[in-house]
């Protein structure tokens, strides 16, 4: 499973990565360092999900303090990759 990466946010506490397929958010994590490994099958929202065949869309933002107060940063990047 792919393992999604980007640049450091200084002072940042935690991350926002939300990932798409085919237009719809299927996951979205909190993850504390600048990395999120993604696993083959996971659940959101009540749904179970898995990596299936096409391409997926990432975002993440920097969040900042504590994460209940959700303070989140400017888009920090994004990516695309394709489960095949």
């Known amino acids: 499973a792919p393992v999604l990466r980007w640049t450091p946010v200084r002072k940042a506490t935690f991350y926002n990565v939300q990932l798409y397929y085919r237009g719809a958010k299927v996951l979205s994590a909190w993850p504390q360092r600048a990395r999120q490994a993604l696993k083959r099958q996971w659940s959101y929202s ?3 999900y898995g990596l299936g065949k096409g391409v997926y869309s990432w975002y993440v933002w920097p969040g900042f303090g ?9 888009l920090l990047g994004q ?5 095949r």
């Open 46 to 48: 009540g749904r179970a």
């Open 66 to 74: 504590p994460r209940a107060k959700g303070r989140y940063g400017q």
């Open 79 to 83: 990516g695309s990759f394709r489960v």
